[in-house]
């Protein structure tokens, strides 16, 4: 691996490729729906598109086999929806309500809500421990929840500003971004509690995080438009690549090992490899399509946008 001290060009590999890493799929239309949508999660068992439609105040529920819209939930501000595998309960943030609505998976109806002490943002379901945990939107907290008693187990002070995470379960460590104070948190979940923190410099204004528990790595965008691999095992930046500025979500395939970035109009393909990240450039999207989530069964990779007056959920094909 290259040493960090070298110059950014040297540490990330541009190809130029003969065609774009992404081909237009499927698009789903949802009629009279301007408001803009959030994070984006695949429900693997039911193989459907999660999403959080903030702004016009729904659940949003898509089924990846027919491509086509099955439910939109009224739950108030949702930011993003997760799933209890065993049960196949959804939990939706709904950020300015300061709850969780639990959504039940046949009949797509709330069922109850889970009361929060602050406005949420990102939500993850810890099918191991079976835990919901979601963050203080803009503020210094983790809460973990016990889906069953729909009680808060938990309350982890983080660094201000906390944003995507995910999850190891071989590890019992959660990743959490902090966008205000640039780093990785790393959160033992036996004991609910920060073991350290990894600086994300250069990348700053962190947003984007997934991992790689295969090959020990965690990716990281930042809004100054680049993306880091930090090694779980050291904390560590062992590569770095150009995005786009401002990427809000990123996405991880497993399989082919590629991390999708989207940003406002563009969305760029970088791949992970034994050596570091090389960058498969990028394609054009919608100023709102900021949302990125893959379907690890098709590999497509979803992504959601307004255009004022409709909105939409668009798959791209991997090249």
Not at 135 to 140: P, R, V
Not at 202 to 214: C, E, F, Y
Not at 259 to 286: H, R, W
Request: proline share 6%; with cysteine.
């Amino acid at each position: 691996m290259r040493s960090l001290l070298l110059p950014f060009a040297l540490c990330a590999t541009v190809t130029a490729l003969a065609q774009p890493p992404l081909k237009p799929g499927a698009t789903i239309t949802i009629p009279g729906s301007p408001g803009k949508f959030d994070f984006l999660e695949v429900d693997p068992a039911a193989h459907r598109l999660l999403a959080g439609h903030e702004k016009d105040e729904t659940a949003d529920f898509f089924d990846l086999t027919t491509n086509k819209l099955i439910s939109r939930v009224k739950t108030g501000p949702s930011v993003g929806v997760t799933v209890d595998p065993k049960t196949g309960t959804y939990f939706a943030s709904v950020q300015d309500d300061k709850r969780i609505a639990v959504i039940d998976r046949k009949s797509l109806t709330e069922i109850s809500s889970i009361a929060l002490p602050g406005e949420s943002d990102a939500i993850l379901f810890d099918a191991k421990d079976r835990r919901i945990y979601i963050t203080n939107d803009n503020g210094k907290a983790l809460w973990a929840v016990d889906p069953d008693s729909g009680k808060i187990i938990a309350t982890i002070t983080v660094p201000e500003g906390p944003e995507c995470m995910a999850f190891d379960p071989a590890a019992n460590r959660l990743y959490l971004n902090s966008k205000v104070t640039n780093h990785v948190v790393v959160i033992d979940t036996t004991t609910n509690s920060v073991v350290t923190t990894w600086p994300t410099a250069p990348a700053t204004g962190p947003h984007g995080l997934v991992l790689d528990a295969a090959h020990s790595r965690v990716f990281v965008s930042g809004d100054n438009a680049l993306l880091i691999a930090l090694d779980t095992k050291t904390g560590k930046i062992v590569a770095r690549a150009p995005i786009v500025e401002h990427v809000d979500q990123i996405a991880f395939d497993a399989t082919t090992r590629r991390i999708f970035c989207a940003g406002p109009g563009a969305m760029s393909v970088v791949q992970a490899t034994d050596a570091g990240l090389t960058s498969l450039g990028k394609i054009e999207t919608n100023a709102t399509a900021k949302n990125v989530a893959v379907d690890p069964t098709t590999h497509a990779v979803w992504t959601t946008f307004t255009d004022g007056k409709d909105s939409f959920a668009k798959s791209w094909l991997q090249n």
